[in-house]
């Protein structure tokens, strides 16, 4: 099983929709989470972190959910500039530095 | 805000030839890394760094290497270049200690290897 796990997508939504993304990840002493966006042929940037409670962005939502292992993120009202790629990212955090392990990624494309 | 910068955006190498990436930020982060990224795939780290002096290997070292003489540099070497290496490289740095700390990654390097 991969450490992180999601759909490649793409998922295909015209603008206004909401979307969300899973992401299910398999060291269940994991204790951060992030998601960040790649734009195509560029580097990726944080969008959010994943707290406990879950949080709240504007237009973006993450949700963690401990006993099944999976991240979550909702995205509201899509936005053409939303289309990219979003990456689940995990700190195992049993190594005692910031080792981050990368998803491959869901893609999501905006149509007007 | 120069944040992480690496160099060359891209290169093009002969199976054999070496070269190396350059990393440098400007943040004072302890923390440095090399990650590669292919097609469809997620980012795999090659190397990482606590701090000046200290390299450590990651999940795909071969072929490559590391030093840290500074803070601020972490270069990345690749010796006898191989068509497996054709790849996008990130290189990335976070703050210590810090369990959320964000990581910052420099533009890529687009790396084909013929």
């Known amino acids: 099983r991969k450490e992180v796990e999601q759909d490649p997508g793409p998922f295909n939504v015209p603008e206004g929709a909401t979307v969300a993304f899973n992401c299910t990840y398999s060291n269940s002493a994991s204790q951060s989470f992030f998601w960040y966006r790649q734009d195509c042929r560029k580097e990726p940037k944080l969008l959010m972190s994943?707290?406990?409670s879950g949080n709240e962005d504007g237009r973006f939502t993450a949700q963690l959910n401990r006993a099944s292992q999976y991240i979550s993120l909702l995205i509201r009202d899509s936005k053409l500039s939303d289309s990219a790629t979003y990456l689940c990212?995990?700190?195992?955090?049993?190594?005692?530095?910031?080792?981050?392990?990368f998803g491959t990624g869901t893609r999501l494309l905006v149509s007007p | 805000n120069a944040g992480v910068t690496q160099t060359p955006k891209f290169r093009i190498l002969k199976i054999g030839q070496s070269m190396t990436l350059q990393c440098t930020q400007d943040?004072?982060?302890?923390?440095m890394y090399w990650y590669r990224q292919d097609p469809g795939m997620g980012l795999k780290l090659i190397y990482y760094?606590?701090?000046?002096?200290?390299?450590d290997k990651g999940e795909v070292p071969n072929g490559y290497n590391v030093s840290r003489s500074t803070t601020e540099d972490f270069p990345l070497r690749l010796e006898l270049a191989a068509p497996s290496q054709t790849s996008v490289y990130f290189c990335?740095?976070?703050?210590?200690?810090?369990?959320?700390?964000?990581?910052?990654f420099g533009q890529g390097t687009r790396l084909t290897v013929v």
């Open positions: 990212v995990v700190n195992p955090m049993n190594t005692g530095f910031q080792k981050l392990v």
């Open positions: 760094s606590v701090g000046a002096g200290i390299t």
């Open positions: 943040m004072n982060h302890n923390y």
């Open positions: 994943v707290y406990s």
């Open positions: 990335a740095s976070s703050y210590k200690d810090r369990v959320l700390a964000e990581a910052f």
